[in-house]
């Protein structure tokens, strides 16, 4: 009891600095008993006694308010911080729920009563149906493992670019969890789509009751009125009870705490979509409903503000996403993308589901530049920064200069390796 | 006889039951029929249309009133502030081809039934739904007159909200926008653009 309390003192004294570091080197340091002394002692207090629903190790400190909190910059009536997730020390490609992303848009978690809750089928159908959780429990159920993103991450405003140091920071929106429910296709079935019912618009019962517009092509594709993640109910912050999933497809048509689906014959235009989900050009045009993701991927070890212990074997490790299908190949550069060669891709490799990718590497302790980029099914490929000015017509400067907010940016990400085994972030130096 | 051969009364049996399954029919005879008080009640989408909008009228000058007594508080005293949420509702003209765009109700939002819509769904966020039908309308064409898109005195009802011209509309592309599957969109294609698998 007493060793065990004092190894976590002085566990959680270094991990202040530690945190962020690489998991390998905050194993070395955390003081791991050498083989052949005493046993560790017996779990006590909240881990001993979560028997009925299991807690992790009071070693484990990772979590999602890490280098976050101070950017809570929002103030004044109830706005639930944006939380992203700790991908550095994310080992598979599953999110555990306690840690998946969330952003709420300033929505509190609403505390539904499962029993109270029901979702309502209407608009342009035959026959409106209201269905209880219950009853959607009944329906033929599919499992199907995806990750989510919100269409804002791996881009960080100006003002929060100081923050830009770890994965976590500049691509922590994104998770992926095998999600449980109802196709919705089969939904739609049983209330009979009218002709004319081209798009469909889904709502949440949160105070600001968010709704987004989803093409009915879609709807009927690979949507999922979801509640299960992960093998348990969804999550409060993930949507409790109902979730509407919606793969690969920007995070906010994937509607949290669903309501209400109406079968209508155009988009309808809800504040989200029409305002903030959409990408401002430089020109002065814009554009709208660019729903689908694009193909991503970021090294999450080594990462940013973490450090290698010394020159050898590391093995870099990452994920890749795509809203258009599957992961086909990872590209990894040691040398700031002069050459790149193949990584590993760790099966399962499953269609708009987060892919981890492997690539050894032996550190010779001189400066070196990591990037990955990605290639989905359709031979489309992740774009340098580069690339992006290009698309956009913009020079290098407009990043550093303009406080529009970029959607769906998916250009490659640099780590730079100091000789001294400190990892930077770069993109905004290069 | 009316069916010569049992053969054929069997494969008109089955005919008939391939049919049954081919058609739009429910499956499962689960969920209830909703009463069209219950729908009524969830129902608060607006569309661009107005189809939705209920009966009702306001004009800016009563909405002034309400605009600083419900809305001032978060976002500023005349809508044009950073205020709390750093989003302001007004002003922002030709800031948008700069490298600071200030995307406001009167220069990025392409219908005005948007705004009714998100009044009425969730503002203001501390007491959502306690607005009135007509507060609704007259906070609208506040925020539209502050916008300098309609007038003060404007009476706006669920006929002339939704023919408002909003700057923002023609900012934004594809004009009707659509999803297909084996479609993708990019920054700059003004359509959706078919696959094609490169290797």
């Known amino acids: 009891m007493h060793s065990q309390q004092s190894g976590r003192r002085r566990f959680l004294k270094s991990g202040a600095a ?53 950017w809570v910059a929002n103030v004044g009536p109830p706005v639930a911080p944006a939380l992203r997730t700790p991908l550095q020390d994310s080992v598979g490609i599953i999110t555990p729920a306690p840690l998946h992303y969330v952003v709420d848009h300033g929505s509190p978690t609403p505390g539904i009563d499962p029993r109270q809750h029901s979702l309502l089928i209407h608009g342009l159908v035959d026959r409106p149906l209201l269905f209880t959780l219950d009853e959607l429990k009944r329906l033929p159920a599919v499992s199907r493992i995806h990750f989510l993103a919100c269409a804002g991450n791996s881009y960080l405003p100006l003002e929060q670019r100081q923050n830009a140091k770890t994965v976590q920071e500049t691509h922590g929106w994104t998770s992926c969890s095998e999600w449980t429910g109802v196709p919705l296709s089969l939904l739609l079935q049983e209330v009979g789509v009218q002709k004319g019912g081209t798009w469909i618009q889904a709502e949440g019962a949160e105070i600001r009751k968010l709704a987004s517009s989803i093409p009915m092509a879609k709807a009927l594709d690979d949507v999922l009125v979801a509640y299960g993640q992960n093998g348990e109910a969804i999550r409060p912050e993930q949507g409790y009870p109902l979730r509407l999933i919606v793969p690969g497809f920007e995070g906010i048509r994937n509607v949290k705490w669903l309501r209400r689906i109406k079968v209508v014959d155009r988009p309808y235009m809800m504040k989200y979509e029409g305002t903030i989900y959409t990408n401002l050009r430089p ?59 193949d990584a590993q891709l760790q099966a399962p490799v499953l269609a708009k589901a987060h892919t981890r990718f492997r690539f050894p590497w032996n550190w010779d302790g001189k400066e070196a530049v990591l990037q990955s980029r990605s290639t989905n099914e359709w031979g489309e490929v992740q774009p340098t920064k580069a690339a992006l000015e290009r698309m956009w017509g913009v020079t290098p400067d407009y990043w550093l200069t303009t406080t529009n907010r970029i959607q769906h940016f998916n250009a490659i990400q640099p780590w730079k390796v100091t000789s001294d085994g400190r990892v930077h972030n770069v993109i905004w130096e290069t | 006889m009316l069916f010569g051969k049992p053969s054929l009364l069997a494969s008109f049996v089955v005919w008939t039951a391939s049919v049954a399954a081919l058609a739009q029919g429910p499956a499962y005879h689960l969920g209830r029929t909703p009463t069209p008080e219950e729908i009524q009640a969830l129902d608060i989408s607006i569309g661009p249309e107005g189809k939705e909008l209920p009966p009702g009228s306001g004009t800016a000058r009563e909405g002034a009133k309400l605009y600083a007594e419900r809305c001032a508080p978060c976002h500023g005293p005349t809508g044009a502030e950073m205020a709390v949420y750093h989003r302001p509702l007004v002003g922002g003209k030709g800031s948008l081809t700069t490298v600071q765009p200030v995307k406001t109700i009167g220069n990025y939002w392409a219908f005005a039934t948007t705004i009714w819509d998100y009044i009425r769904r969730a503002m203001p966020l501390d007491k959502p739904g306690s607005l009135r039908v007509d507060d609704v309308y007259a906070l609208t064409a506040f925020l539209l007159y502050r916008n300098e898109i309609v007038r003060e005195d404007d009476v706006l009802n669920a006929t002339n909200l939704p023919q408002i011209q909003m700057p923002g509309r023609k900012l934004f592309f594809p004009a009707e926008p659509d999803w297909k599957p084996g479609y993708r969109q990019l920054y700059f294609s003004p359509q959706p653009e078919r696959r094609e698998r490169r290797r």
């Open chain 1, 18 to 70: 530690l945190a962020g570091w690489a998991v390998g080197a905050v194993r070395s340091v955390s003081g791991q008993a050498p083989a052949g002394s005493e046993p560790p002692a017996a779990l006590a207090g909240s881990e001993a006694s979560s028997r009925d629903y299991g807690v992790r190790s009071g070693f484990e400190t990772s979590g999602r308010l890490t280098h976050i909190q101070a």
């Open chain 1, 283 to 341: 020109d002065g045009t814009a554009r709208w409903f660019q729903l689908e993701l694009e193909t991503n991927s970021v090294i999450t070890s080594p990462s940013g503000e973490q450090r290698l212990p010394g020159p050898g074997f590391h093995e870099i490790t990452g994920l890749a996403w795509s809203g258009g299908g599957a992961i086909r190949r990872v590209e990894v550069s040691t040398d700031g993308g002069r050459t790149w060669k």
